[in-house]
């Protein structure tokens, strides 16, 4: 984490909302904390938080297939609980929820019905090898991951765009380990978080739909590496690590501008900006927290 002339303003945070108790795994044995945690039982991780039109939260528990809406004064309600690994959630500018699923592919949440159904279970007959997150264009295109178990020992985590139309493209083939990603705000350059590389790479997008000059936009250091990002209206790319317990801030030349320090445990999975961008909403997974950052900078 570099920065030229001023060292990195340090912002911290609050507990928004934890989750409840009597919502809580305490001690149940799962296949993701199995894979994922070294065996470790794990009460919940909670990954993509979103807000929807009403300023309700919504966030997704991984290892229980569970999608949960916090209310804007905190209060926890389970919308759904289903066979699956919901991990990535984003809101579509036609009201539609897309979550971005380990276990089933890209899928669709009605809310209120309760149900959610895919959209797209796998490429030409084969299946992914674990979606992890996605960001939704203006023009309805969807931007996700396809992670896996990928790293540096197997640089073959996808990027992949399917567009309004139906079509699908593979943006990015070599990545170790792509995970959360976000569009500049005239949607020209699309970033992505390479976990097990502990760095951002910066995916130029051409006029034919392709990509050239792909390069690391910025590097970390940790046992884990950069997981969810967003970008304020500003180019500031804010980057949640899973294993410093901080979301760094990036200008838009890579320098890091401010550390946002957790409250709580050290896995800072994903983030959210308010609708006026002056807070910031943090899910913390080893304390099944989200975190608010006041924005003032």
């Known amino acids: 984490m570099m920065y030229l002339d001023t060292p990195p ?3 911290e945070t609050s507990v928004f909302s934890a989750m409840p108790p009597e919502f809580r795994r305490t001690g149940v044995r799962s296949d993701w904390a199995d894979a994922n945690r070294g065996g470790r039982p794990v009460d919940s991780f909670i990954e993509g938080p979103a807000y929807d039109a009403n300023g309700n939260l919504y966030v997704v528990d991984i290892p229980f297939g569970r999608i949960f ?3 804007p ?6 919308i759904m609980e289903y066979r699956g690994w919901p991990n990535g959630l984003k809101m579509a500018p036609d009201g539609r929820i897309l979550v971005a699923d380990y276990m089933n592919g890209i899928m669709e949440l009605d809310p209120g019905r309760g149900t959610i159904r895919p959209i797209l279970a796998h490429r030409n007959s084969e299946s992914f090898k674990g979606c992890n997150d996605l960001h939704i264009a203006s023009n309805g295109d969807v931007y996700f991951t396809d992670q896996g178990q990928t790293g540096l020992h197997d640089p073959s985590g996808r990027v992949f765009r399917l567009r309004a139309d139906g079509r699908l493209d593979c943006l990015i083939a070599n990545g170790p380990s792509p995970n959360g990603l976000v569009l500049n705000p005239d949607e020209t350059v699309l970033f992505v ?4 590389d ?3 790479w910066r995916v130029p997008l051409m006029h034919d739909g392709g990509v050239a000059k792909v390069g690391r936009f910025c590097s970390f250091f940790g046992t884990s590496g950069p997981d969810g990002l967003t970008m304020d209206r500003q180019e500031r790319l804010f980057v949640a690590h899973a294993s410093l317990g901080h979301v760094f801030v990036m200008a838009p030349n890579g320098e890091c501008i401010a550390r946002i320090k957790s409250c709580a445990g050290s ?3 994903n983030l959210a900006l308010g609708r006026t961008g002056e807070t910031l909403m943090i899910t913390e997974s080893s304390s099944g927290s989200v975190l608010s950052a006041d924005l003032d900078f």
């Open 9 to 11: 303003r340090r912002l």
């Open 69 to 71: 809406r916090i209310a």
């Open 73 to 78: 004064e905190g209060t926890w309600s389970l």
């Open 193 to 196: 978080a390479m976990t097990r």
């Open 198 to 200: 502990n760095s951002v």
């Open 267 to 269: 896995t800072c999975t």
